[in-house]
C-alpha cells in the first residue's frame, strides 16, 4: 500500500534514553545538595532512587511498546531477590515497620531503598551485556573519580573547600571517599589489565 507510513522503531530511542540514565548513575558521587539535612548522603540517595525510578518505567516501556524482553533472572539475581525478601521478612515482623522500611536519611538504608537497588541490578544487568559495554561504563565511572579525587587533592592544598564536607570531597567524610576511591582502584585495575580498548587503558592508568 502506497498510502502506508511505517512507524519509527522506538527500539533504538528506548534503549539510548536508558543508556543515558544508567551514565547517570555513576555522577552520583558528585551529587550533594547543602538545603538538605544531610548535604550529602541524603542528595545521593534521591539521586539514586530518582533514577533507579525512570529506568524502571522506561524498561516496562520497552516490554510492552517495544517488543523487549524481560530481564533473565540468574544465579545471582535470585539470591538478591532471596535478600531483598528476607529484608522484608525481617521488617514486617519489627518494632517499627515504616523507620524499617523508610530507613535512614542519614546512612540511606531501608527497605525501600535496597528495593531500588534491586531494579538497577536487573536494569545494569539487561543492558549491559557486553564486555565493550561494561568497560565504558566502568571507565566512566573511575572518570568521575578521578574528578572527586580532583576536589580531594584542592581540599588538601586549601585552594578550595566543598561547604559542609568532612575532609571527603563530595563524598562526605574521609572514611566514605578512602572507601569509594578504594573501589575504583580495582576498577583500573581491572581496566588496564583486560583487553579494552586503548582509551579505557589510558583512563585507567590516569
Given amino acids: ?53 525512570v529506568l524502571f518505567l522506561l524498561l516496562a516501556i520497552r516490554f510492552a511498546v517495544a517488543n523487549g524482553s524481560l530481564p533473565r533472572i540468574g544465579r545471582i539475581g535470585w539470591s538478591l531477590i532471596a535478600f531483598v525478601s528476607v ?14 522500611f523508610w ?26 551485556q557486553t564486555r565493550r559495554q561494561w568497560h565504558r561504563f566502568l571507565a566512566f565511572s ?24 568532612r575532609g571527603g570531597a563530595m563524598i562526605g567524610t574521609s572514611n566514605d571517599l578512602s572507601v569509594y576511591l578504594l573501589f575504583h582502584v580495582f576498577f583500573a585495575l581491572f581496566l588496564a589489565v583486560s583487553k579494552t580498548e586503548k582509551k579505557f587503558n589510558v583512563i585507567a592508568f590516569t
Avoid at 103 to 128: C, E, M, N, P, Q
Wanted: glycine letters at 6%; one cysteine or more; charged letters at 10%.
Fill in 1 to 53: 500500500n502506497s498510502n502506508h507510513v511505517a512507524l519509527p522503531d522506538k527500539k533504538p530511542a528506548l534503549e539510548r534514553a536508558i543508556t543515558l540514565f544508567i551514565y547517570l548513575l555513576p555522577l552520583t558521587a558528585l551529587v550533594y545538595w547543602p538545603p538538605m539535612m544531610y548535604t550529602f548522603e541524603e542528595s545521593k540517595g534521591f539521586w539514586v532512587v530518582a533514577i533507579a525510578d
Fill in 87 to 100: 529484608l522484608f521478612f525481617t521488617s514486617a515482623l519489627g518494632i517499627n515497620f515504616a523507620y524499617s
Fill in 103 to 128: 530507613g535512614d536519611a542519614a546512612r540511606v538504608t531501608g527497605l525501600f531503598y535496597w528495593a531500588h537497588l534491586l531494579v538497577l541490578f536487573f536494569v545494569l544487568t539487561s543492558i549491559l
Fill in 142 to 165: 573511575v572518570g568521575v573519580a578521578c574528578t572527586v579525587a580532583a576536589f580531594q587533592t584542592l581540599y588538601l592544598l586549601d585552594v578550595y573547600t566543598i561547604p559542609g564536607s
